[in-house]
């Protein structure tokens, strides 16, 4: 079962955070990971993580925001691996950048881009890159990572991103109807409140989780794994929700 042995998985933003547990769960399930990140040192910590567990790793560092870096760095990936075959699309928040919460009344329009070109364009340019690769080969998964705030208004000042991972959702169903007749799966994932929340702000939000705990890498890895296995290919188009049950609709 969800035997990923003699795939290739690039999943963005894997230094750190949930991105790993996305990555370690790919390479439990006999892929190959491409650790991707902004930063050098990260990227090679995490993958070095993997392969100390004999798992297989190597690196690949990019911005997702830069289209031409994305592009550049994937045509190097598929022409070392014979092709990426899942594309995790896990960068968010503001990216490098301070994640600032503002009312959108109160926003300053030239601190929206960074949301939107994260958690949008970094989605797409990335995408964008592997969709070709994939329809040829007739097999492929785009997963974008997204977020409760892209499915349900919320009063914590974060609405263009929001926006932004509302937009990365729908991204995902209409692609998904472009390519399916490739064999290839396009879905999205809503993650919930999950462990990277200041410890302060931890213990008020869980009483909020029917399931009563935050979300971790291993929570995030395993529905990745999920729909990046074979055993998934007749599922697309569709926005799977990790939370808890927070949300139940």
Not at 85 to 99: K, L, R, S, T
Not at 176 to 202: D, K, R, Y
Request: overall charge negative; glycine content about 12%; aromatic content about 6%.
């Amino acid at each position: 079962m969800w035997d990923l042995t003699g795939k290739t998985a690039l999943v963005t933003g894997s230094g750190s955070g949930m991105g790993q547990g996305m990555a370690k769960q790919l390479a439990l399930q006999g892929a190959h990971v491409i650790v991707n990140d902004l930063f050098v040192d990260k990227a090679e910590h995490s993958a070095q993580g993997l392969r100390a567990q004999g798992l297989s790793a190597s690196t690949r560092v990019f911005d997702v925001t830069d289209p031409a870096a994305v592009r550049a760095s994937i045509a190097e990936a598929e022409a070392e691996f014979d092709g990426i075959d899942i594309m995790v699309c896990n960068v968010g928040n503001a990216g490098a950048e301070h994640m600032e919460q503002a009312h959108f009344k109160d926003s300053l329009p030239e601190n929206w881009t960074k949301f939107i070109d994260v958690n949008l364009y970094g989605v797409m340019h990335c995408t964008h890159a592997v969709l070709p690769g994939m329809c040829e080969r007739g097999w492929g998964r785009v997963i974008s990572i997204s977020s409760g705030a892209g499915r349900t208004g919320l009063n914590i000042g974060v609405s263009i991103y929001g926006a932004a991972k509302a937009g990365s959702i729908n991204l995902m169903r209409h692609i998904s109807q472009e390519v399916a007749a490739h064999g290839v799966t396009c879905n999205a994932i809503a993650l919930g409140l999950m462990n990277t929340v200041p410890e302060e702000f931890a213990a008020p939000v869980i009483k909020s989780i029917p399931c009563g705990r935050l979300g971790t890498p291993e929570d995030a890895g395993n529905m990745v794994g999920f729909l990046a296995a074979k055993e998934s290919e007749w599922i697309t188009g569709q926005l799977f929700c990790v939370d808890g049950g927070s949300a139940p609709y």
